[in-house]
């Protein structure tokens, strides 16, 4: 247990120790460390001598790490033992061991260094599930803002204790802390996820305020219920992109409020619904010091109802990221017309709430008609056997796309890939009912708990698909028509 004095004292001699091993303003410091508190640590350090941390994701190998490593450009590396030979394998060797030697000492404490509120604080790298994973340079000012406006939306008071089990290298995690910093609660940083273990490190933490992320929620759903699902102080989880209909059920079960968001690593809490401004089904209504507005392929502003790209800015100065690292046409693109462009296709509705539809990548076009990969997996999330689903196209051998079904049934049940296309039918344009099925033991997930939908397209219909057309399943629900 620290308190913010010695959290406070321990960055003044650590900056002292990095300092002395050569570290300066604007110098990068990369770390790829499961959950432990030298990650922090370290990453105070840094921003008292205005250096850069570059957190890196553990789950990377090979290229992709090597991507990683050498477009960051560290100065120096900490990492765990166990990840020291991957990262020598990409051509870099640590600097410090975090479970051998640990973070160096130094001769003493320094003063902070004097850095403005968009000078970068830390660097981090997009997942990568649509291409090769771009450096993001966040600056100081955004990280206050992300802690402020999320601590608005959680109500996160002085006496909050915040509990994540998100790993550090991910913008919620290290959020989270910044809250805690700016509110004056309580943090606790919890090992990777474990769904077995949750509500009972939730228990033992005495948090108040979770974070759950992905597929998190309904894994959670899926575990036999336990003396320790109403044991904890937990009442509200920031979980955004969590499908609507598992909320009552979190909440009925679990006693923990969902609450459904927008944000991304660039931006910052843009769109949210609050304790105090629910709107079920819906990302909530934009909030103050941000403005968002639907457009179209010209960035001309589309009414209520019409579906377009969601397009974001700030009010606040450098409340947003500066950009992508080394990257200007990139940034160029996705901040031109000084509108950050999200990649994500929403509707707003006439009381200003918006609901995503989905990634405009994630478009399936077959027959003519544009799919919603997102409609058709809160389809199939609504069947009681399913507890996830990924929706992908594949090409048809008469041009445009089908309709990919990837699903994972919950333990115990199993899944008859005709009767889940009869359930799709009354609740789908017959269009959008998926033509095969892949029932999965499992979804591949980054680290960080998002789908890899690419892993999916790359795998595309195999032996072991079901094909409605080859199997006999007529659509009924054209029929009907």
């Not at 006496?159 to 550090?168: A, G, H, I, Q």
């Not at 990634?359 to 544009?370: A, H, P, Q, S, T």
């Not at 899944?415 to 296309?421: A, G, R, S, T, V």
Request: with cysteine.
């Amino acid at each position: 247990v620290w308190s913010y004095a010695e959290v406070r004292d321990d960055a003044a001699k650590l900056a002292g120790a990095l300092a002395e091993a050569g570290i300066a303003l604007g110098d990068r410091v990369a770390v790829m460390s499961e959950n432990r508190p030298e990650v922090l640590r370290l990453w105070l350090a840094c921003a008292w001598l205005g250096a850069v941390l570059v957190p890196v994701s553990t789950a990377l190998r090979g290229e992709g790490l090597r991507h990683v490593l050498v477009s960051a450009r560290p100065k120096a590396v900490a990492l765990e033992s166990a990840l020291r030979e991957r990262v020598s394998e990409a051509g870099v060797e640590a600097t410090w061991v975090l479970d051998e030697s640990g973070l160096p000492a130094g001769p003493g404490p320094v003063g902070p260094h004097a850095v403005g509120p968009g000078h970068t604080c830390a660097i981090l790298y997009t997942s990568g599930t649509t291409g090769p994973s771009k450096g993001v340079l966040c600056p100081h000012a955004q990280w206050y803002w992300w802690a402020v406006k999320t601590g608005e939306v959680l109500s996160i008071e002085r006496e909050s204790v915040l509990y994540t089990n998100l790993p550090l290298f991910h913008t919620n995690a290290l959020n989270a802390f910044c809250q805690a910093l700016v509110a004056g609660a309580t943090y606790v940083l919890g090992p990777r996820f474990s769904a077995s273990a949750f509500c009972q490190r939730l228990e033992h933490s005495g948090a108040t305020v979770t974070y759950l992320l992905g597929a998190m929620v309904s894994i959670l759903l899926r575990t036999p219920e336990g003396e320790h699902d109403r044991s904890h102080r937990g009442r509200v989880a920031l979980a955004p992109g969590t499908p609507s209909e598992l909320h009552g059920p979190f909440l009925e079960r679990f006693g923990i409020r969902l609450i459904d968001a927008w944000g991304s690593t660039e931006t910052n809490i843009v769109i949210s619904n609050t304790l105090t401004d629910l709107r079920p089904g819906t990302l909530g209504r934009v909030l103050e010091g941000f403005e968002a507005r639907v457009a179209d392929a010209n960035d001309a502003e589309l009414p209520n109802g019409v579906p377009g790209e969601l397009l974001v800015r700030n009010r606040e100065p450098w409340a947003f990221a500066s950009g992508y690292d080394g990257l200007p046409e990139a940034t160029a693109a996705t901040w031109r017309n000084l509108w950050f462009h999200t990649g994500d296709r929403v509707v707003r509705d006439p009381d200003g709430s918006f609901r995503f539809v989905d990634r405009l990548k994630d478009v399936i076009r077959r027959r003519g008609e544009n799919i919603s990969s997102y409609e058709v997996e809160q389809a199939l999330l609504a069947h009681a056997d399913i507890a996830a689903a990924a929706v992908v196209p594949v090409p048809s051998e008469l041009g445009e796309d089908e309709v990919l079904a990837c699903v994972v049934a919950r333990d115990g049940a199993e899944l008859d890939p005709f009767e889940l296309i009869r359930f799709c039918e009354p609740r789908l344009p017959y269009f959008a009912v998926p033509r095969y099925v892949d029932v999965l033991p499992e979804l591949p997930l980054t680290a960080s708990g998002k789908i890899e939908k690419f892993r999916l397209r790359e795998r595309g219909v195999t032996t072991s698909t079901w094909d409605r057309a080859r199997d006999g399943a007529e659509d009924t629900s054209r029929r009907a028509r």
